[in-house]
């Protein structure tokens, strides 16, 4: 089955400090991927939209100097949250859809959890 | 707009017991159903999907029947396990490369 990987899955840092988080389609290609922001007991926040080759598309309140996003190969799409406080802290998620199907199915990856401190 | 509408949780349920947890939809066209699952901790997975009226999806026990009559998807269990326990989100896609809509989860929690 298709499967997604993302990494790291939990990470801690100090407050100022950026941090990547990479999302992998590990056996199939993906013309497009999906950040999402999770709290706790809550539904998914999508934060933006990205196509491979071009700039993401942001969600309105969603700061994309704060959250860039690369979507530089078929399998691999980036978020890097720069600057980093506290109240970024949160479970971020990423999905992606398969090009080949048409039905709008994402597959997800496991989660990061990040933790600023 | 498109959205998703499900029921407000927590369930809790005793094992072996039947489960629904009811979800409606607003869109235009034919959207795409789908129910997510999500354990604690970790990312979400495809439980069932139905891509047209009337098509019922099914997996590990669970089933959704797409009704476009009464927009509605609701999922069921004859007999829900422990293991069961987790949030359970229903959502839909208008096309391929847009983002699923999703409902705001129903928490489950199953007891022995």
């Known amino acids: 089955g298709a499967v997604v990987s993302q990494h790291p899955s939990w990470v801690i840092c100090k407050s100022g400090t950026s941090v990547k988080i990479e999302c992998r389609s590990l056996?199939?290609?993906?013309?497009?991927m999906f950040w999402y922001r999770q709290f706790p007991k809550q539904s998914l926040m999508l934060m933006a939209t990205?196509?491979?080759?071009?700039?993401?598309?942001?969600e309105q309140g969603v700061e994309k100097d704060k959250f860039l996003i690369n979507h530089a190969s078929l399998t691999l799409s980036t978020l890097t949250v720069t600057s980093a406080h506290p109240e970024d802290s949160s479970f971020y998620i990423c999905s992606a859809q398969n090009r080949l199907a048409g039905d709008g199915e994402q597959f997800f990856g496991p989660g990061t959890r990040l933790t600023v401190l | 707009g498109n959205s998703v509408t499900q029921m407000e949780g927590p369930v809790t349920l005793s094992e072996e017991a039947f489960l629904t947890i009811n979800c409606t939809y607003t869109?235009?066209?034919?959207?795409?159903l789908f129910w997510y699952v999500q354990y604690p901790g970790e990312g979400l997975q495809l439980l069932l999907k139905a891509t047209k009226a009337d098509d019922k999806g099914s997996n590990k026990g669970f089933e959704a029947t797409y009704r476009k009559e009464t927009t509605s998807f609701h999922l069921e269990k004859g007999s829900v396990q422990v293991s069961d326990s987790a949030v359970y989100f229903c959502?839909?896609?208008?096309?391929?490369?847009?983002?699923?809509?999703f409902g705001k989860g129903t928490r489950l929690s199953v007891i022995a």
């Open positions: 869109a235009t066209g034919y959207p795409s």
């Open positions: 056996d199939f290609q993906a013309t497009t």
């Open positions: 959502a839909l896609s208008a096309s391929g490369n847009t983002p699923l809509v």
């Open positions: 990205s196509n491979e080759g071009s700039k993401a598309t942001y």
